[in-house]
Structure formats: structure tokens, C-alpha cells
Nanobody
Framework: QVQLVESGGGLVQAGDSLRLSCAAS????????VGWFRQAPGKEREFVAA???????????YGADSVKGRFTIDRDNAKNTVNLQMNSLKPEDSAIYYC??????????????????WGQGTEVTVSP
């Protein structure tokens, strides 16, 4: 079982950037599928971005329409982390952000229930 710990959240102003990190222990994330989700108060957990291992050192990224062009998911295999670079933040991006991991890619990657391992979350607050 892989253990995941998120970091990098905080309070920023609209237009600012943040970089979230998901650090893994117990397993090497290099061949895992890794996703980022977020949950705002009173709302359901929603898909943000995911990274799929496609073989060798290649990965493919996926993003929700609401964050395309602003958020980027990348990996640092040397540090065993998967990161979420968030630019041009908006107040509606405020939420607790969670990373998730699976040994194998699931076509239902946008669904939280399709992910097996979860971190505890890191809070992001974007003020107007």
C-alpha cells in the first residue's frame, strides 16, 4: 500500500500561483497512476488532473476543463513526488486538494471511487 502526503497549500490572492506536492512512501510512484482531486465545503469531491504512466519515462496528463491552461501535473521520480502547478488561481479554486494513486490506470479516472489510495489533503484558499 502506498502512503500519500500532500503539501504546498496556503492562502493566496486571485491570480497567484501555488505548487502542490504529493509525496509517496511505501511504493515508487513512477509506474502508478496519480490523480489530484479537490473538495470545496458543501460540494462533492471533483477531478482536477491525473498523470498516467505510458511506458519507459513517458507520461500523459489529463485535466478537468475548469483548470486546463492553468494547472499542470508533473512528476519528480527522484523525489517520488507528483506535483500540481496551479497558475492564475481563482477564488473558485479554493478547496481541499487531495492526491490519489492506483497501481493501474482506470478509464474512470475522473471518478473518486476509482482511486484506491488517498492522502489527507492540503487546503488552498484563494482570496478575491
Amino acid at each position: 500500500q502506498v502512503q500519500l502526503v500532500e503539501s504546498g497549500g496556503g492562502l493566496v490572492q486571485a491570480g497567484d500561483s501555488l505548487r502542490l506536492s504529493c509525496a509517496a512512501s511505501g511504493r515508487t510512484l513512477g509506474t502508478y497512476a496519480v490523480g489530484w482531486f479537490r473538495q470545496a465545503p458543501g460540494k462533492e469531491r471533483e477531478f482536477v488532473a491525473a498523470s498516467r504512466w505510458t511506458g519507459g519515462s513517458a507520461y500523459r496528463g489529463y485535466g478537468a476543463d475548469s483548470v486546463k491552461g492553468r494547472f499542470t501535473i508533473d512528476r519528480d521520480n527522484a523525489k517520488n513526488t507528483v506535483n500540481l502547478q496551479m497558475n492564475s488561481l481563482k477564488p473558485e479554486d479554493s478547496a481541499i486538494y487531495y492526491c490519489a494513486a492506483n497501481m493501474n490506470w482506470n478509464v474512470a479516472y475522473r471518478e473518486p471511487r476509482s482511486w484506491h489510495s488517498w492522502g489527507q489533503g492540503t487546503e488552498v484558499t484563494v482570496s478575491p
